[in-house]
Every structure is written in structure tokens, then in C-alpha cells.
């Protein structure tokens, strides 16, 4: 009992010491970055240049005079981008005393081959007029919607489309189902069926029936 009442009070007293370096030690990689970054050849400040840290979904960007803070970690890597300038990268000194670092960048300007634009005349009224009535205007969501659940593309897809095996099981289950209950008796037939009649009377007017050539 007594050598656990000794190591109790042995691990009270380093717990909070090991806790308080902990926090020490985290406190004191945080850096507060300063900094301005300028053009190499006349020293002005270049607005709107990214500032990020790589491996981290965190950064900001320059304001108007091309000045930045932002808090940083001891070692982090800074990447600096900007369209008409290189990229450049930096790291944090490990070995750096306090908890704040200023940079100043240099940055060059950097060339970017657009692709090639042509420029043709505009077409006369005349020319507008044909290509405005006779374009073809591409379906919208609402339209393919429309196109797809239509009646004719339903036929098509029930006399196409294979059944799965869920549904195959169905189909067993109920063809069992109805010998069962038609066992010794005559089945009913669709010609005395009512909607069976409706439904060939409404395909005969619409023409199903005709030889398409």
C-alpha cells in the first residue's frame, strides 16, 4: 500500500511537468509570419499573391502593397503564386528564437503563352437571321426528363430491358402462385378482359398496329 501511495504521488508530480513541456513545446513552434513581397526589378509591392502552406488547407493573400500575415509552425513551407510572377517557397527556421519572423520576397516576372485567338468579322443580318431560326437548340434536363419517361420510350425499355433476378423470382413466385389457384379449372383469358380491351382499342388508334417500312 505504501509503495502505490509513493508512485501515485511520483506520477501527481511529473504528469503536470510533463503536460506543462507539452504545452510549452507547442506553444513555442508557433511563428507569427510577417511579410512583403515585391517585384525583383522595381522593388513594388505586388498585390493579390497567394500565400499557402503546403500540406495545410490554410494560406491568405497580399493586400494592395503586397503585405501578409499569417500564423505558421516552425518548419512549415510557404509557397508564394502569383499569375504573372514565378512561384517562389520558403521554410521556416526550426532554430529561430521568439515567436515572430519577417520576410521579405523578391518575386520575377513570369511570361504566359496564352492560346491563339481569331477574330472573324460579324455576319450580316441576314446571316443571323438563318443560324438564329435554324439552330439547334440542345434538350435541357426537363426535356430529356420528359423524352424518357414517355410512353413509347417505356414500351420500348419493358420489351428490351431484361429482367433481374429479383424480378425473374417474382414472375416464378406468381406464375406457381397462379397454377395453384386455377388447379382444375379453366384460367381466365384476356379476351373477356375489360382493360385488355381498352388498351387494344387505345394502341389501334394510335396506330401501333400499322407496317412501318
Not at 31 to 53: E, H, K, N, R
Not at 167 to 185: C, K, P, W
Not at 198 to 206: G, N, P, Q, T, Y
Request: glycine share 6%.
Amino acid at each position: 500500500m505504501k509503495k502505490f501511495l509513493l508512485y501515485l504521488l511520483i506520477a501527481a508530480f511529473f504528469v503536470p511537468q510533463s503536460a506543462n513541456a507539452q504545452f510549452e513545446a507547442a506553444r513555442d513552434s508557433v511563428v507569427q509570419l510577417y511579410g512583403i513581397v515585391m517585384t525583383a526589378d522595381s522593388l513594388v509591392g505586388i498585390p493579390a499573391v497567394s500565400i499557402v502552406i503546403k500540406g495545410q488547407n490554410r494560406g491568405t493573400v497580399t493586400n494592395g502593397d503586397g503585405v501578409f500575415s499569417i500564423v505558421v509552425l516552425k518548419g512549415d513551407e510557404v509557397e508564394m503564386t502569383h499569375v504573372s510572377y514565378k512561384p517562389k517557397t520558403i521554410r521556416i527556421p526550426r532554430g529561430i528564437e521568439g515567436n515572430q519572423y519577417s520576410v521579405v520576397q523578391l518575386m520575377v516576372e513570369d511570361t504566359v503563352y496564352l492560346p491563339a485567338t481569331i477574330l472573324k468579322p460579324r455576319p450580316t443580318p441576314e446571316q443571323f437571321n438563318r443560324d438564329f431560326v435554324n439552330m439547334r437548340v440542345p434538350d435541357d434536363d426537363i426535356e430529356i426528363a420528359r423524352q424518357n419517361t414517355s410512353e413509347a420510350k417505356r414500351r420500348v425499355l419493358l420489351q428490351t430491358t431484361p429482367g433481374d433476378g429479383g424480378e425473374a423470382t417474382r414472375m416464378q413466385f406468381r406464375n406457381i402462385a397462379n397454377r395453384a389457384v386455377y388447379q382444375g379449372q379453366v384460367p381466365p383469358m384476356n379476351i373477356f378482359n375489360p382493360a385488355a380491351w381498352a388498351d387494344f382499342i387505345e394502341s389501334w388508334k394510335r396506330g401501333d398496329f400499322k407496317n412501318k417500312k
